[in-house]
């Protein structure tokens, strides 16, 4: 048995004092009394349902378990211990070979299964995805998702009401599948359709989706207003700090808003990559192409926790909910500090900086 005691443990909704419980290598309790003393704040590790490349790899030119492994590997070293490698729109042999890569890599320390951002989604609100590979839902993905499921492969498709039908998105729930909107410039009840439906989520609030404007919420209005979970980018490029705060504050229900970093390969890796032929590089802390475009994002989970409690003004308990808790729910994964392996947990300074794992 060994007993830790940080300044502060987070034990997945609070900060409190105690000291941790830890049998072998598993969290047993927080509990009172002395233990061995720990300089800082122990927190579970992050969770990032969305996280494209990092250490110089991209999922959709490496989808491999060697690429999926290489990739949760660059983003441990900054406090997140659980991703879900993500494949964007693509030729249908690419999502073949993750599909493969996926089943193969189920129960790898860090991968938790598998993100699928498109290409069932919209041309005018693709960003960065290619047009030439956008389609409507079609049975290629519908069998691929139905071999990670018998595998028991999490899975997360991000799609756009413009692409799928509501019966579709209805099947793929009953799969198990979290169903996330995104990419889309539908209308607000063309959205609400697939939330009947079964849709349970929304990819990077804001981005890449139709606005809010007076006379009509868009994707953006549709998804604030909702019970449902919105990932979002917290870089102070992709949304404004000011828009961070603004949609939290307006969410319905609380802790329905989590962190994504949709980090790329110069995460852990060199300032630039490829991207369907195309290079991409860090200019001035931002991912673009060769026309100045965004181009996914150059953030850790760590980085953006520390400007949600410093820029955003958001309360150090709900930006580690952000990180930690609220992914993991979405995914149907154990939330707390109990439980865990000691492996996956990191230690924060009173900066919000992740010191050691």
């Avoid at 060994?2 to 509990?31: C, H, M, N, W």
């Avoid at 009394?33 to 579970?44: D, F, Q």
């Avoid at 690419?94 to 299964?113: E, S």
């Avoid at 209308?187 to 009509?216: D, I, K, Q, W, Y």
Wanted: charged share 20%.
């Amino acid at each position: 048995m060994t007993l830790l005691q940080p300044d502060l443990i987070f034990d997945g909704q609070s900060l409190r004092k105690g000291v941790l419980r830890l049998e072998g290598d598993r969290v047993l309790a927080i509990q009172d009394g002395a233990g061995e003393r720990i300089a800082g704040i122990l927190s579970p590790g992050f969770i990032d349902l969305q996280v494209n490349g990092g250490g110089d790899v991209l999922l959709n030119t490496s989808p491999t378990v060697a690429g999926m492994q290489a990739i949760a590997a660059a983003h441990r070293r900054f406090g997140t211990v659980g991703i879900l490698p993500t494949v964007i729109t693509d030729a249908p042999d690419v999502l073949d070979a993750v599909t493969d890569a996926a089943l193969a890599a189920r129960g790898l320390p860090g991968i938790l299964g598998l993100h699928i951002e498109g290409p069932h989604i919209s041309v005018p609100r693709r960003g960065t995805h290619k047009a030439a590979f956008v389609r409507p839902f079609d049975d290629r993905t519908l069998t691929a998702v139905r071999r990670l499921r018998a595998g028991g492969v999490r899975v997360m498709l991000t799609l756009a009401p413009e692409a799928a039908t509501p019966a579709q998105v209805a099947e793929l729930a009953a799969l198990g599948v979290v169903i996330s909107i995104g990419h889309s410039d539908a209308t607000g009840a063309e959205v609400r359709g697939l939330l009947a439906a079964g849709a349970s989520c929304f990819t990077h609030l804001f981005n890449a989706m139709s606005p809010m404007v007076n006379r009509a919420e868009g994707v953006t209005g549709a998804c604030i207003n909702s019970h449902a979970f919105a990932g979002i980018i917290c870089d102070g490029v992709h949304v404004a700090d000011e828009m961070v705060g603004l949609a939290i504050r307006a969410r319905p229900l609380p802790d329905t808003t989590f962190l994504v970093s949709d980090a790329m390969p110069t995460v852990g890796g060199s300032d630039r990559f490829t991207l369907y032929g195309r290079e991409i590089h860090v200019e001035n802390g931002r991912l673009v192409n060769a026309e100045g475009s965004l181009a996914g994002a150059h953030v850790t989970m760590a980085e953006s926790v520390k400007r949600l409690i410093d820029k955003v003004g958001l309360a150090p308990e709900a930006a580690l909910r952000m990180a930690t808790t609220i992914p993991a729910r979405v995914m149907g994964l154990p939330t707390g500090i109990v439980g865990q392996s000691a492996a996956d947990l990191v230690i924060l300074d009173q900066d919000w900086q992740v010191r050691a794992l």
